[in-house]
C-alpha cells in the first residue's frame, strides 16, 4: 500500500509562495495530484501530474502554481506563487488507481490521500 506524507504548508501573506512536497512510499505509476478543501467546501483538485509528466491545473491556479515531480526521490511537489487569501484550505496530496483522466479534478475514484497539510494566506 503506497503511503503519501505532505509537508510544506504554513501561514503566508498575500503574494507570498509557498512550496508543498509529498513523500510517497513508493513509486507508482499513476496519475498523481493536489486537491484542497476549504471550510465549508467541496474538495476540489488544483492540479495533476500523469506518469509521462503531463500536468493539468485548475483555472484558478494556472499561471501561479506548478506541479512536478522527482522519481528519484519518490516526492511530489507543489509550487504555489502570487498567494492569494483565497487559496487557504487543507491541501492534500491524492494517488489515483491508474493514468490520469478528463476527471482528474474530481475527488471520486481517489485510490489514496495523504493526511493534509494546511496553507493559510493572510491579505
Known amino acids: 500500500q503506497v503511503q503519501l506524507v505532505e509537508s510544506g504548508g504554513g501561514s503566508v501573506q498575500a503574494g507570498g509562495s509557498l512550496r508543498l512536497s509529498c513523500a510517497v512510499s513508493k513509486y507508482a505509476s499513476v496519475c498523481m495530484g493536489w486537491f484542497r478543501q476549504a471550510p465549508g467546501k467541496q474538495r476540489e483538485g488544483v492540479a495533476a501530474?500523469?506518469?509521462?509528466?503531463?500536468?493539468r491545473s485548475a483555472d484558478s491556479v494556472k499561471g501561479r502554481f506548478t506541479i512536478s515531480k522527482d522519481n528519484d526521490k519518490n516526492t511530489l511537489y507543489l509550487q504555489m506563487n502570487s498567494l492569494k487569501p483565497e487559496d487557504t484550505a487543507m491541501y492534500y496530496c491524492a494517488a489515483r488507481g491508474g493514468r490520469c483522466s478528463r476527471y482528474w479534478s474530481s475527488y471520486l475514484d481517489v485510490r489514496i490521500w495523504g493526511q493534509g497539510t494546511q496553507v493559510t494566506v493572510s491579505s
Open positions: 501530474i500523469d506518469v509521462d509528466g503531463t500536468t
